[in-house]
């Protein structure tokens, strides 16, 4: 595991120990360091011995506008969302080419297919991580190398309540009322749980989606409203 919070990554990866009782690997890094992706896929095949499945999730970039988004921003987004995706296929993919089997799992957004008001950020760079997935998985899957990404609709996470204050200051509606409007755009009208984007990330990573790749799997409740 790795993530930029030193105390948030060691309780997280605490509390998989004590419930799973497994070994758990966790290194603070920043995935926009290329130099750094590389030490800590190094120090992973060092300990584990290979590097089996790899689970991209950069956080989003923050919600605004057109107009009111940076150059600073656009850079920022696509270093964090975009570029950091591209540094862990670079290191991981010859260590599964080694076993001929491997998993690559990027996390985006519901963004990809249907866009969201006040994320141009996420609806533009996300967009390009599903071209890097296309891409890498008709490249590899001869080497036995799978690569799909997952898009969450609305879920349950400190990114949604961000949104919805960034909405209730736009429209002067509480940020209740933001959460049940896009409990509604779903259509099992609920928002949906972290862990329920988790066993879609799992069933990718496992041998019965065997023949599953290049695909972008929304978990959003019916919220897409597209073909």
Not at 85 to 109: C, D, L, N
Request: proline residues 3%; charged residues 20%.
């Amino acid at each position: 595991m790795c993530a930029r919070n030193e105390g948030a990554l060691q309780a997280a990866a605490g509390g998989i120990r004590q419930q799973h009782k497994v070994d758990v690997f966790a290194q603070a890094l920043d995935v926009t360091n290329a130099d750094a992706v590389h030490d800590f896929v190094e120090a992973v095949v060092t300990k584990f011995g290979s590097a089996d499945i790899c689970v991209t999730n950069a956080g989003g970039p923050p919600a605004k506008g057109f107009l009111a988004t940076s150059l600073d921003d656009w850079h920022k987004a696509v270093e964090s969302n975009f570029l950091s995706a591209v540094y862990f296929a670079r290191e991981v993919i010859p260590h599964m080419q080694k076993r001929r089997w491997g998993r690559i799992v990027t996390i985006t957004s519901i963004t990809t297919k249907q866009p969201v008001l006040e994320l141009v950020l996420s609806n533009a760079v996300r967009s390009a991580v599903v071209g890097l997935v296309k891409s890498l998985a008709n490249e590899f899957g001869k080497d036995g190398i799978l690569v799909n990404n997952v898009g969450p609709g609305f879920t349950a996470t400190d990114r949604l309540k961000e949104l919805a204050k960034v909405r209730s200051a736009a429209s002067g509606k509480s940020q209740q009322e933001i959460f049940d409007g896009w409990a509604v755009d779903a259509a099992q009208k609920r928002i949906g749980e972290p862990s329920e984007v988790a066993d879609a990330i799992v069933w990718l990573a496992s041998e019965r989606a065997s023949f599953v790749t290049g695909q972008t799997i929304l978990v959003d409740g019916g919220a897409y409203k597209g073909l």
